[in-house]
Each structure stands twice: as structure tokens, then as C-alpha cells.
């Protein structure tokens, strides 16, 4: 037999099992005492299948440019996670839910039994808490990560969500009785060392889940649940150069924090102890947004990140990095 001779039996063989892998549905051991061959042999014999275009995988319905593109922001921003929902939807209300379910999916593979989960409040975070499908689980407890707003929707308040989340989970939580920004830092300090907050304060530093949002600049005009800062706050926020925040915590754009006298009045959790949360997950999209999520990512604050399409190919940008920026979904 001749070398074309054998390459072609070489490449009969290798569609052969092929064959039986993907179209049969035989596992790898079946196949191996099948044709007589050791197992971890059939295993190389699949990926040179793959690699030599013997066999083609399609996945239909489903946009793989997505899938590259969320590894790709998975390795270089060094997160464990990444959910990016397509941008196309029929209505802002469609992709509010799309990214509601995509987050709460998300934070329900990663609830285990027992978990200590923070959690901060908002829109986003309430639409997500609304399509969580209940579980019955054992011991979960749910932790304010900042104190509340002062004049919101009371559906998006902190106790709220966690209220919610505690019947889904049949767990427990513990309540928040400040707002987030305080009139005066003594007045902060008074509640970050009274009994009750002092034990969230120790919990947050056990924490195996935190979930919050991500703001974009601070607009005194559109003060929305920023109604609790001063004039003089949005001015010093302004000339701070703030692209940001989460839990109150203002960014610049390299994601540092914005130490001033306001951020001594705030009641949150501080950006070095969410990032040594175990599992944090941001949820966050929007073109006011972008500036936020970079700061966030920058600096390693979250490991899991759920956004959409045309967000994170401005985050990308707003990067230097212009790799995907060809693309139209």
C-alpha cells in the first residue's frame, strides 16, 4: 500500500470513530474495546479528527462570536465568569430581562448550601432577584453589603432584595437600618461600630458570594438614589474625575477609590475586602456604564461579570483594545 493508501485509511480510521463518538454516541471506552484500541489512543485519534477538519462541530442557534468573545474578556480581565447577552432585543424592557435572567442564573449555580451571600441594591439587582427561581436549600444567610438609599422604590432597597431572596432560598438574612451616606462621618462612624453593624461588618469578611451593581458618572441633575449627596458632594466627585461606582465606592478610570470626605460618610463594604470575596459578581450594562465597569475590572474588584454585547465592546474600547470593534452582531 502506498502512502496515499495509507494516509487515506489513517483518515477512514479517524472518521470511524469519529463516527461512533458523535453520531453513535458511544463513549471513548466502548469505542477502544470496539475497534481494539487503547482508550487514551481515542482520544487523540477525536481532537486529530477535529484538527484535520474530519469532523466539523456547528453549534446552531446560538451566536458563537459570543462565546469567543466572552473567553477572550474572561482572560484578559482574569475572571472566573463571563455572561454577555446579545444586544438585539425588541425593547430596552426585553434586554432588562435578558440580563436580569442572565444574572440571576449566574448567582444561582453558585449558591451552595450554607453560602453567606452580600448583596447591594438597585434596579438591576431587583430585576434579578424577580427571575430567580426558588430552591430549597440548608443554611444560606444574606448580608447587606451598604446601607440603604434614603428616597427610592422601596422594591429596590437592600432589605428588599434580601427579604426576596430569603423566602426563595428558605434562608435567613440580616437587615440594614442606616442609609448608605451619612451627613457626617462621626455620624458613620457611630454605626459602623454599634453591636448590630459591627456583626455584618465581620460577616462580610466570610463572605463566599457578593453580588452588586456598577454606576456609571454621577449626575446631580438625574440624582435618582444619589438624592442623600450634597451639592458640594456631586462638585467633588466631579473634580475628582470619577467614572464610577459600586456600592457608593466613586472610581477613577484606573478603578481606584476615591478617598475623601465623603467616602468616610459612606456605610459599605470597602473595595479591598469585595475583592476578596471568593465568588463576586457584577451585573451591569449600558452606555453610561462603560467608564464604571473598566474602572471595576481594572482593578479586580469582581471575578464574575454579566453585561451585553455593545457594553462590553465599548468597555473594550474605552481599553485601547479594538479587536472585536469590525464586528456587527
Known sequence: MGRRGIAENSRKQLAKVAY???IEGKNQAEIAKELGIYRTTISRMLTKAREEAVVTIEIREFDTDLFHLEHYVKEKYHLKNVEIV???ASSEKSLEDMIAIAGASMIRSLLKNHSKVGISWGK???NVVAKMVPRQMKGVHFYPLAGGPSHINARYHVNT???ELTHKFHGDCSFVNATIVQESKELAAGI??????EEIIDNWKTLDIAIVGIGGRADKDNRQWLDML?????KRIDQSGAVGETCCRFLDEQGREIADEMADRTIAISLKELCKVPNSVAIAYGDHKAGGILAVLRQGYINHLVTDYRTILQILELDGDFTFSNEIE
Open 20 to 22: 461512533l463518538y458523535y
Open 86 to 88: 446579545s444586544s438585539v
Open 230 to 234: 450634597t451639592d458640594e458632594d456631586f
Open 124 to 126: 438591576t439587582l431587583s
Open 192 to 197: 459602623r461600630t454599634s453591636k448590630y453593624f
Open 161 to 163: 432584595l434580601m427579604y
